[in-house]
């Protein structure tokens, strides 16, 4: 089958969901490992889990156009909060977890964001370190518990209690493919922070053509090894959902091998640096 189709049903990037959710819906989209074992996220559980994110960013105030930072590691959580986020016309930004306290303050204060999702208490510690000169600052939430933040399980129980499929339906419908989805930092460690602005319709775009050529078409795995902070790599992210491969986030290169033994990936996505280290 080619996937390269002019009247492609997504448009938006949150428009993968319904996507895989008819085309797939499988027990596996995303596993990470909890205590050295594997825990797996299924699609049902992935839809359920990024609206009940919509559900509590809006009833936290977020809405179209506002910017939603996370600093995290590659994790099931971190889809949830970017199609959360994207489908009430919110801005993602995704940050890397090593950058320095000066590059971090200049990218917060740039984009301002009332709500920064961090992975761990350490990040959440940092983040409130910096509190004072974040004045817009709202909420700092937290996918491991840490004092110094809401907890994201409590952010999904909010979403719960706040569902109204109306609202986010109303919300979704209002995202066009020309407003702005991302803002991707660059990387380089000797070079001033900048962000470029992705649309909807880049993202879009990006995966569609990549996926136009089939050669993950039909394998049934990957070991994502990437930071999902990296334009590549969320491209990649999107394109392995678009083929329902399962995806299982490495924590750390020296755990690769383990990780290639146990999941047995027939695809794995690197650029040459990392290959170097795998090495």
């Not at 492609?8 to 993968?16: A, G, H, N, T, W």
């Not at 990218?107 to 964001?113: D, G, K, P, Y």
């Not at 569902?163 to 979704?172: G, M, P, T, V, W």
């Not at 922070?193 to 136009?212: A, D, R």
């Amino acid at each position: 089958m080619n996937h390269k189709n002019p009247t492609s049903p997504i448009s938006r990037v949150f428009d993968l969901l319904p996507y895989i959710r008819e085309k797939y819906n499988r027990e596996i989209v995303f596993a990470s490992r909890h205590n050295g074992r594997w825990k797996s996220v299924s699609t049902t559980e992935y839809i359920e889990s990024s609206n009940q994110v919509s559900f509590a960013l809006i009833k936290l105030g977020i809405g179209k156009g506002d910017t939603v930072v996370t600093i995290t590691n590659n994790r099931p959580e971190f889809n949830f909060t970017d199609m959360g986020a994207l489908q009430i016309g919110a801005v993602l930004v995704p940050l890397y977890t090593g950058l320095s306290d000066v590059k971090l303050l200049g990218i917060l204060t740039e984009t301002e964001s009332r709500v920064i999702v961090v992975s761990t208490k350490q990040l959440a510690a940092k983040i409130q370190s910096l509190r004072d000169r974040l004045p817009f600052l709202e909420q700092i939430i937290s996918f491991e518990p840490a004092h110094e933040a809401t907890f994201f399980s409590d952010l999904l129980k909010l979403g719960g209690e706040n569902a109204d499929y109306r609202l986010l339906q109303s919300a979704s419908d209002a995202v066009l493919p020309s407003d702005a989805a991302s803002v991707i930092y660059i990387s380089g460690a000797t070079t001033p922070v900048k962000g470029v602005v992705l649309t909807h319709q880049s993202h879009v775009s990006n995966m569609l053509q990549y996926v136009s050529n089939p050669h993950m078409e039909g394998m049934t795995a990957c070991v994502s090894v990437l930071p999902l902070a990296h334009s590549y790599e969320r491209t990649i992210n999107y394109c392995q959902q678009y083929f329902g491969l399962s995806i299982y986030y490495n924590e750390k290169i020296p755990g690769l091998f383990n990780d290639l033994q146990e999941v047995k990936p027939e695809i794995l996505v690197m650029v040459p640096m990392l290959l170097e280290k795998v090495f």
